[in-house]
């Protein structure tokens, strides 16, 4: 499916010669390092990258937000998260949504990360904590060469104690809620380790560009299943 689909997009792309045409004009402002051989391999790689990612990964967020309405909530991940008694009903979950939308989308894929983790490749000579015995037990540690892979897990980096209070508490008042990874890195809220806190881009070199436009779809979807979305003008 995923060839057929990758398929029709290329032939879709060959009949609009405008669509070409911004493709091949993209492709040929990237630096050397990034060009592809063609507009039509460009726009491959990018809807892929936003088949894969981008549009699998919102709709396994949806999925998480559309069972917190259910009674109870219906997570499978429910034993990791603790809902306070501003959440004890459907009703009640729906006027905290109302309440600041994203920021209930935001709570909740902190807690129950559509994307759970990923992986990074290492740029030097680093020493990491390793488990001595069978790679669980003890305390030691490892150098590890450039160019060997490590995964990174958003999932706990999410509820690191040290960041969040209460870290399973579903509360989208935190005030640390902008310092949630969920995104491959912060948004919303400068590095506050800097003085001159850079933006959200510099900061964090692999945040996801669709970030804004997952919310809002996200947004978009569970206000018409809730019947929030406001009607059309005539």
């Excluded at 091949?24 to 990612?53: C, H, K, P, T």
């Excluded at 030097?124 to 160019?147: H, K, M, N, T, Y």
Aim: with cysteine; net charge negative; charged share 25%.
């Amino acid at each position: 499916k995923i060839k057929r689909m990758r398929r029709e997009q290329a032939e879709l792309f060959d009949r609009h010669p405008q669509l070409k045409q911004l493709f091949v004009e993209i492709n040929g402002e990237l630096s050397q390092a990034f060009q592809r051989g063609s507009g039509v391999e460009l726009m491959d790689e990018l809807m892929y990258a936003l088949g894969w990612f981008g549009i699998t990964a919102t709709c396994l967020g949806v999925e998480s937000i559309g069972r917190v309405f259910n009674e109870p909530p219906g997570l499978g991940s429910i034993n990791l998260i603790q809902f306070g008694r501003d959440m004890a009903t459907p009703a009640s979950r729906v006027d905290l949504y109302i309440e600041d939308k994203e920021r209930f989308i935001r709570e909740l894929w902190r807690l129950d990360p559509p994307i759970t983790s990923a992986t990074t490749v290492m740029q030097r000579d680093e020493e990491i904590a390793w488990p001595r015995l069978f790679g669980c037990i003890g305390s030691g540690a490892r150098l590890v060469q450039p160019g060997t892979a490590r995964q990174y897990v958003i999932g706990m980096a999410n509820r690191d104690v040290t960041i969040f209070k209460d870290p399973k508490l579903f509360n989208p008042r935190r005030p640390e809620l902008n310092l949630a990874l969920t995104w491959n890195g912060c948004f919303g809220k400068h590095a506050q380790t800097e003085a001159d806190a850079q933006m959200d881009e510099a900061a964090y070199r692999r945040i996801c560009p669709g970030r804004y436009i997952s919310l809002d779809v996200a947004r978009a979807i569970i206000d018409a299943v809730l019947g929030l979305d406001e009607p059309a003008e005539p």
